[in-house]
């Protein structure tokens, strides 16, 4: 393992900080410590090029559990390539603990006491596993969102049933008039849910979430509903925290129908006027 490989390790009992940074250095990784899962956030934030991260469970403020959904919901909203490895660590060896971190996103639980064989084995498998993942580098990236060919297929086709039916019987104009209305009923969801943030305004925030899930459902619209889902969950005591990155991704994934819908008009009318007919 080389000492390119930098690890993030969120501890606030200061033995266990100075016990992991001896047993990471001396295997050849960089070390940087915080002692809570918010200034483990902060990090990750701040300087993204951190290999993995080492979090106990247990933390004032943010605790470990809660910091581990978050990083993996910020990697969903912010489309992330490769999942930061995540080790939960835990004095708590009960199986129902382990099952908590897992199901909130970590990759491993280590209980105390911890071997740094185990340790060290741990983190450069699941490092390993993620470079493996990893799509080569390459030049002059493009962003997907100016690529919209390029963007994943699962979970992004619309049901076009209805858009056929409309465009049956009301033409270009109908199924422009369907697609303006979704963008005002978006943008005026997307407005009221940054004032929900400001103000606290937990159940707005929701109802305006379920509004844009609403005006999209008749086209299928799996990733406006994904974020229904996860929204539903969150509690207002996170919402100035988590409510402005679930408002990005919801902002990407109605952007996603609405270019859908752009192409459809295109594809359906070409060579043909704003009325529907043939042109010459």
């Known amino acids: 393992m080389g000492v390119h490989h930098r690890v993030l390790v969120a501890d606030d009992n200061l033995s266990n900080q ?4 001896h047993l990471l250095r001396k295997a050849g990784f960089e070390t940087s410590v915080v002692s809570s899962g918010d200034a483990a956030l902060d990090q990750l934030s701040a300087k993204g090029d951190f290999d993995a991260l080492l979090i106990d469970l247990c933390m004032p403020e943010l605790s470990g559990t809660e910091a581990i959904k978050l990083i993996r919901f910020q990697e969903v ?23 908590d971190c897992l199901s909130a996103g970590a990759d491993a639980f280590l209980a105390h006491p911890i071997s740094s064989e185990t340790l060290v084995q741990t983190l450069t498998n699941l490092i390993e596993a993620r470079e493996e993942s990893l799509p ?42 369907f697609a303006n209305a979704i963008k005002t009923d978006v943008e005026v969801a997307l407005n009221y849910m940054h004032a929900a943030v400001a103000s606290g305004d ?71 006027g704003d009325d529907g007919a043939q042109t010459k």
């Open 136 to 177: 080569s580098p390459i030049d002059n990236v493009v962003h997907l969102k100016d690529r919209l060919e390029y963007r994943p297929a699962s979970n992004r086709n619309l049901d076009v049933t209805m858009l056929e039916e409309v465009f049956s019987f009301a033409g270009k104009p109908g199924v422009r008039d």
């Open 202 to 272: 937990i159940e707005g925030f929701k109802a305006a979430i379920t509004g844009v899930l609403s005006s999209t459902a008749s086209l299928g619209a799996n990733g406006v509903k994904s974020v229904h889902h996860y929204a539903g969950r969150l509690e207002s005591g996170y919402l100035k925290t988590v409510g402005p990155l679930i408002i990005a991704r919801l902002e990407y994934e109605a952007q996603v129908i609405i270019d859908a819908l752009e192409r459809f008009i295109v594809a359906k009318t070409a060579g043909m």
């Open 77 to 99: 909203c912010e489309g992330e390539s490769g999942r930061l490895p995540v080790i939960a660590i835990s004095a708590d060896d009960r199986a129902a603990t382990k099952q």
């Open 18 to 21: 100075l016990i992991f940074g």
